[in-house]
T-cell receptor, first 116, second 114 residues
């Protein structure tokens, strides 16, 4: 079975400071990992994904994430937060094993609040 | 704007009723996914269609059904509605059948069952 955990319901950070939103996963094989963002009253928006290759993945709006296999983590980071980054962030995972379709499993979401 | 459209935006109905939610994928996308988002269960995958054929089922109740039409739009039918079916229903699309592709989400349909 595959699962993903976002241990923090909310992350508070001041504008201009670096931010980290944590995600850990559990899969039997190797993972595909994704980050999505949801702004109020909107659908989810793709930020970035890890499929293979470089462990540091760069995505939209200055976000990046680092795949750490030994710690089974895929934390989302940004060097300098903006007030407009305030939103709900979802990590998602699926097992890469080719055993037919396996659904994308989403975490429970972390609310990021960036204060001016 | 993701290019995925969903109608209606809001839907209020009574228990026991049946509703149909509609989704049009991004131009060129052949896959459509349906998700349910509720406060207690988070974001749950319901079903995936690719080019008119069902590819995978998730946590979809037997009272729910879906289809993808030749023009690639999709409909999610919810019947014998219960209070617990109140949720946001999202549709997402992607170009192909591979679930390693990123998905593009519509704005959602908010269903309220009273």
């Amino acid at each position: 079975a595959q699962s993903v955990a976002q241990p923090e319901d909310q992350v508070n950070v001041a504008e201009g400071n670096p931010l980290t939103v944590k995600c850990t996963y559990s899969v039997s094989g190797n993972p595909y990992l994704f980050w999505y963002v949801q702004y109020p009253n909107r659908g989810l928006q793709f930020l970035l994904k890890y499929i293979t290759g470089d462990n540091l993945v760069k995505g939209s709006y200055g976000f990046e994430a680092e795949f750490n296999k030994s710690q089974t983590s895929f934390h989302l980071k940004k060097p300098s937060a903006l007030v407009s980054d305030s939103a709900l962030y979802f990590c998602a995972v699926r097992d890469r094993r080719n055993t037919g379709f396996q659904k994308l499993v989403f975490g429970t979401g972390t609310r990021l609040l960036v204060s001016p | 704007d993701s290019g995925v459209t969903q109608t209606p935006k809001h839907l209020i109905t009574a228990t026991g009723q049946r509703v149909t939610l509609r989704c049009s994928p991004r131009s060129g996308d052949l896959s459509v996914y349906w998700y349910q988002q509720s406060l207690d269960q988070g974001l749950q995958f319901l079903i995936h269609y690719y080019n008119g054929e069902e590819r995978a089922k998730g946590n979809i109740l037997e009272r729910f059904s879906a289809q993808q039409f030749p023009d690639l739009h999709s409909e999610l039918n919810l019947s014998s509605l219960e209070l617990g079916d109140s949720a946001l229903y999202f549709c997402a699309s992607s170009p192909g059948p591979r679930d390693m592709d990123e998905q593009y989400f519509g704005p959602g349909t908010r269903l309220t069952v009273t």
